[in-house]
């Protein structure tokens, strides 16, 4: 998901951010792990080792689908104006927008 | 993914997180009797077949953070108390106190050793190898490899190499003031319709970034990657 939505998410002029609650030692092994080389990486990754990111959108410590306490996976859109527009927060693990459905709601802002 | 109606959640988890907030306690024993009554450990169990994820309406995890920052702001008072918790509490509170301990100056190596190598449960042993890091323990490779082989989960082997391929290096000062000073206030203040929430965050990259780097220039989608590894 995360390579398609970066290269659609540049076409429509949107920055991509991922939010990585760990520190560097684990985030360079979530980017291999996600198809990305550590110097290929065409998306900024925030490293929220602190978990305070996390915490102030509303995901931190509500996952533990293998060991750890770890981030409800969710989607936010902010517009240019700095407006939270939309946003998706996982009820399951596998639940994710569709990258189309990322595309037509940065269509509409 | 329907989009739902956050507004009325949002509301109850605000006012939820300034009444938790005040109730924190200012000891680090009563911290951990508190976080041990108001972080339910059996708050995983959704109806239905998950047990991995918190109910959407859950508010438990708010307490965890709020206790793990507390404890973080008092410092060393805080070590003692969650060595005995790490040593002897529940399993809830080994898992809080091996996780919190990585990011408190002046913890002794050999409590996380034993608990990484003789924890029945996997989180622990998971934070506690991951504390040993965060604390800059040298030498790491020869403390943390012999326990691969009788390692059964993926996940604390994974942090056991993590751990080892920091050399040595603690977590950054700027991490732990980044919890220390983070405001309460701001717990789960993402709300559509407003101002996204905008802390300067650090990047694998090594820049800082912030949302307000694109304001007038892009949308940005913000992504929180499952946060696992």
Same mark, same amino acid.
């Given at each position: &998901? ?5 290269? %659609? ?8 951010? @991922? ?15 996600? @198809? ?26 509500? &996952? %533990? ?16 104006? @700095?407006?939270? %527009? ?13 990258? @189309? ?9 | ?5 956050? $507004? +009325? ?5 605000? /006012? ?8 924190? +306690? ?44 507390? $404890?973080?702001? $008092? ?5 003692? +108390? ?28 050999? +409590?996380?050793?034993?608990?990484? /190598? ?39 082997? /994974? ?12 977590? /950054? ?57």
């Amino acid at each position: &998901m995360r390579q398609k939505l970066a290269s %659609r998410s540049s076409d429509l002029k949107a920055q991509l951010i @991922g939010v990585d609650p760990h520190e560097k030692w684990s985030g360079k092994h979530l980017l291999k792990r996600v @198809g990305y080389a550590e110097d290929a990486v065409k998306f900024p990754l925030i490293l929220d080792a602190a978990q305070t990111l996390s915490a102030t959108y509303g995901v931190a410590h509500q &996952m %533990r689908i293998h060991t750890e306490e770890s981030n409800r996976p969710a989607t936010f859109i902010i517009d240019k104006e @700095g407006i939270l %527009r939309q946003e998706w927060r996982a009820k399951t693990y596998s639940d994710r927008p569709a990258v @189309g459905q990322i595309v037509e709601a940065l269509k509409k802002l | 993914m329907k989009e739902q109606l956050m $507004l +009325p959640r949002h509301l109850i988890s605000l /006012s939820l997180a300034f009444t938790c907030y005040a109730e924190v +306690p200012d000891k680090p024993e009563d911290v951990i009797a508190w976080v041990g009554q108001h972080w339910d450990q059996k708050g995983w169990q959704l109806k239905g077949s998950q047990n991995y994820m918190r109910n959407v309406d859950d508010t438990g995890w708010q307490n965890r953070i709020l206790a793990m920052q507390k $404890l973080v702001q $008092l410092g060393q008072p805080s070590v003692e +108390p969650l060595l005995e918790a790490l040593k002897s509490g529940p399993t809830g509170m080994r898992i809080f106190a091996a996780q919190t301990l990585g990011y408190l100056p002046g913890v002794p190596a050999d +409590p996380l050793i034993e608990a990484a /190598s003789k924890d029945k449960h996997p989180a622990v042993r998971l934070y506690a190898v991951d504390s040993l890091g965060m604390a800059g323990v040298k030498n790491l490779k020869q403390v943390l490899e012999p326990l691969l082989p009788k390692e059964k989960k993926g996940d604390v082997k /994974s942090h056991i190499a993590y751990a080892i391929e920091r050399e040595g290096t603690p977590v /950054s000062s700027a991490v732990v003031n980044q919890l220390k000073t983070w405001n309460p206030q701001m717990m789960n203040s993402a709300v559509i319709g407003k101002p996204a929430p905008d802390i300067a965050m650090p990047t694998f990259g090594g820049e800082t970034i912030r949302l307000s780097d694109f304001r007038g220039k892009k949308a940005v989608v913000l992504v929180f990657i499952y946060g696992d590894t």
